[in-house]
């Protein structure tokens, strides 16, 4: 059985950091593009930060030097570090995993498994 169970959300005020973990198992997580999305209220939910299947970190533009991404490999699990959150950062934080060919983009769409999202409200 796959399980992405993330944890870790919560209410922080802005300029304030939070970080997300993820412990993922049942599938090959050494062989998965493994990473977060999120969904705002009334937005579509959009990619965040993942390891592509080359191991190479991806952002979201708006993220950029503000959230990093990192991986434990024995332990299968991924963690979020977000600092200087601002409040338009608010949203349900989705752990995910998806098998991409190498070259390929990970879209929503192409997205294997999903994990139960995890809440971050940021406050002005």
């Known amino acids: 059985e796959v399980q992405l169970q993330a944890s870790g959300g919560g209410l922080v005020q802005a300029g304030g950091s939070l970080r997300l973990s993820c412990a993922a198992s049942?599938?090959?997580?050494?062989?998965?593009?493994i990473g977060w999305f999120r969904q705002a209220p009334e937005k579509a939910r959009e990619g965040v930060a993942c390891?592509?299947?080359?191991?190479?970190?991806n952002y979201l533009n708006s993220v950029k030097g503000r959230f990093t991404i990192s991986r434990h490999s024995t332990e299968h699990t991924v963690y979020l570090q977000m600092s200087s959150l601002k409040p338009e950062d608010t949203a349900v934080y989705y752990c995910?995993?998806?098998?991409?060919?190498?070259?390929?983009?990970?879209?929503?769409?192409?997205?294997?498994?999903w994990g139960r999202g995890t809440q971050v409200t940021v406050s002005s």
């Open positions: 995910a995993a998806a098998w991409i060919p190498s070259g390929s983009t990970w879209s929503v769409g192409s997205t294997d498994y």
């Open positions: 049942g599938f090959p997580f050494a062989h998965y593009a």
């Open positions: 390891f592509n299947s080359e191991n190479v970190t």
